[in-house]
Nanobody, 123 residues
Framework: QVQLVESGGGSVQAGASLRLFCAASGRTYRVHHMGWFRQGPGKEREFVGSISRSDGSTLYADSVKGRFTISGDNAKPTVFLQMDRLKPEDTAVYYC????????????????WGQGTQVTVAS
């Protein structure tokens, strides 16, 4: 089993930055990729980005490319989501997820999920 705990959410004005953290514990040696998803009010949970624990390669949704950056620290292990130039449409609960297999933007392929952290961006 793998446990994921997110932190770092909050309320900010449009244009501001936030940094989210995801701390993983348990059998993390089996995890190959870690990702971030978000679910806005009345919306489906959508892919934000992911990172490979082996080579650090990343994958991003078009909606956040160039504004959000995912990085990781395998020693802890922790995954970060740096969010810059935030927009009101970025308002959502952000979830950290982990999977054993290859990179994927499909939420059903992820094996473990955190509880989520709220991000609210005011206009």
């Amino acid at each position: 089993q793998v446990q994921l705990v997110e932190s770092g959410g909050g309320s900010v004005q449009a244009g501001a930055s936030l940094r989210l953290f995801c701390a993983a514990s348990g059998r993390t040696y089996r995890v190959h990729h870690m990702g971030w998803f978000r679910q806005g009010p009345g919306k489906e949970r959508e892919f934000v980005g992911s990172i490979s624990r082996s080579d650090g390669s990343t994958l991003y949704a078009d909606s956040v490319k160039g504004r959000f950056t995912i990085s990781g620290d395998n020693a802890k292990p922790t995954v970060f989501l740096q969010m810059d130039r935030l927009k009101p449409e970025d308002t959502a609960v952000y979830y950290c997820a982990a999977k054993y297999g290859g990179a994927s933007s499909i939420k059903d392929t992820y094996d473990y999920w955190g509880q989520g952290t709220q991000v609210t961006v005011a206009s």
